[in-house]
């Protein structure tokens, strides 16, 4: 995802960088289904899975071997303390530039690696209205509005993308995740994985793709009321 490193890494103790950042990757893992958009780096890095993102979003850890009593996780209270710490100083820039698209980016994917969705969609809202042609905050507001539990305003994120964009990857594959996971609507989730694959001849996680198709086919299949714990991985 956007870059999130600042110099407030220097204001936190080492045990506190190493914890957020410990939870940030378990978050990470546990949303991983989906794919960010807005995932390039300053140094022009492309989009990757969620798990990998968490792994590495700068949140301020500290480098090195864990710190003595980092395992403690902290609590709901102080995890935002954290996070508002590290999100001040971009706040404080955006004062003097409020126009600044990628600044308003940068602090919407701050709070949408803390799970703190209704605010990352407030940011990305302000940025798509300087920029609204930004397919991959649009594409992570749509994530971040399924996350929410509004899967019918994801989707249509995601179709505002693809009207633009119509190849654009990230946002076919959530289409397809969020129509099965959310909607169980098997045959929409593999007409879009479909439609990635046919226009991203190559896609990185072809294979991932196709597993996915193949086990939606094999939902369809299934006589009505069979019960399963599969889900998409």
């Keep these: 995802m956007a870059d999130t490193n600042t110099s407030t890494s220097g204001n936190w103790t080492s045990t506190q960088a190493y914890v957020l950042s410990v939870i940030c990757l378990l ?3 546990a949303v991983g289904y989906l794919l960010r958009g807005s995932a390039s780096t300053q140094s022009g890095e492309t989009a990757a899975p969620a798990q990998t993102q968490a792994s590495g979003t700068g949140m301020g850890a500290a480098g090195g071997a864990p710190p003595m009593g980092a395992a403690q996780t902290p609590t709901p209270e102080q995890m935002r303390q954290m996070l508002d710490t590290q999100a001040a100083p971009l706040l404080e820039q955006l004062k003097g530039d409020p126009n600044n698209a990628e600044l308003l980016t940068r602090i919407g994917n701050l709070y949408y690696d803390a799970q703190q969705y209704p605010e990352a969609v407030k940011y990305y809202e302000d ?34 993308v693809l009207k633009i964009d119509g190849k654009h990857a990230n946002a076919l594959f959530n289409e397809g995740m ?19 694959l046919e226009t991203n001849p190559d896609y990185p996680q072809r294979d991932r793709v196709q597993n996915l198709i193949a086990q939606a086919q094999r939902h369809l299949t299934m006589p009505p009321g069979t019960k399963t714990d599969k889900t998409a991985q």
């Design 127 to 160: 940025a798509l209205k300087i920029n609204p042609k930004a397919t991959d905050v649009r594409t992570d507001m749509g994530t971040a509005y399924h996350f929410m539990g509004q899967s019918d305003r994801a989707l249509k994120e995601y179709d505002e």
């Design 27 to 29: 978050v990470g893992v």
């Design 178 to 196: 969020v129509k099965w996971q959310d909607k169980k609507d098997m045959n929409g989730a593999i007409a879009a994985w479909k439609r990635l």
